[in-house]
């Protein structure tokens, strides 16, 4: 199974918005800079996210995104079905036409390996993410980065 960049980045952006929360609305400008993913990919991501009720907007000077559940109540596998990320390692997305329009003989093996990883993203929230001191180290040095000089970002 991949996770594309979809995934990665939704996962990613929702980190920093978490980090940088308490200082009020987060913009995607703010995330473009200390993660290097471009403005417009970020826009069509929180589109989703906000779509499925993972963040709100504030319009305005000052404004930005922030939370709608508290950190504790988003799990990775929220944010990665939010912008339509499949968590399916099977190659016929779950419809047994596989091989030659039949089942193959390893599709219980995907779909068993589905479910774990399902069940497995389930339990590790934005919070657990947010307070482990990787991470935290890891945003302590991309925002000295993202102020000394911005860089170009990536674009999915």
């Given at each position: 199974m991949r996770l594309t960049t979809k995934g990665r980045f939704a996962v990613t952006?929702?980190?920093?918005?978490?980090?940088h929360s308490d200082q009020g609305p987060v913009t995607l400008a703010g995330i473009s800079e200390r993660q290097r993913i471009s403005l417009s990919y970020l826009e069509q991501l929180f589109g989703k996210l906000r779509r499925n009720k993972l963040v709100s907007s504030v319009r305005g000077p000052g404004g930005g995104y922030h939370l709608v559940r508290p950190m504790s109540k988003v799990s990775v596998a929220d944010i990665i079905l939010a912008v339509?990320?499949?968590i399916d390692a099977t190659?016929?997305?779950g419809k047994e036409n596989c091989h030659n329009d039949q089942r193959c003989m390893t599709h219980d093996l995907w779909t068993n390996l589905n479910t774990k990883i399902r069940d497995y993203l389930s339990l590790v929230t934005l919070e657990q993410l947010v307070t482990s001191p990787k991470v935290k180290n890891v945003a302590v040095l991309q925002d000295l980065r993202a102020r000394k000089q911005p860089r170009e970002t990536f674009s999915a």
């Amino acid at each position: 199974m991949r996770l594309t960049t979809k995934g990665r980045f939704a996962v990613t952006a929702m980190i920093d918005l978490a980090l940088h929360s308490d200082q009020g609305p987060v913009t995607l400008a703010g995330i473009s800079e200390r993660q290097r993913i471009s403005l417009s990919y970020l826009e069509q991501l929180f589109g989703k996210l906000r779509r499925n009720k993972l963040v709100s907007s504030v319009r305005g000077p000052g404004g930005g995104y922030h939370l709608v559940r508290p950190m504790s109540k988003v799990s990775v596998a929220d944010i990665i079905l939010a912008v339509d990320e499949p968590i399916d390692a099977t190659q016929c997305k779950g419809k047994e036409n596989c091989h030659n329009d039949q089942r193959c003989m390893t599709h219980d093996l995907w779909t068993n390996l589905n479910t774990k990883i399902r069940d497995y993203l389930s339990l590790v929230t934005l919070e657990q993410l947010v307070t482990s001191p990787k991470v935290k180290n890891v945003a302590v040095l991309q925002d000295l980065r993202a102020r000394k000089q911005p860089r170009e970002t990536f674009s999915a």
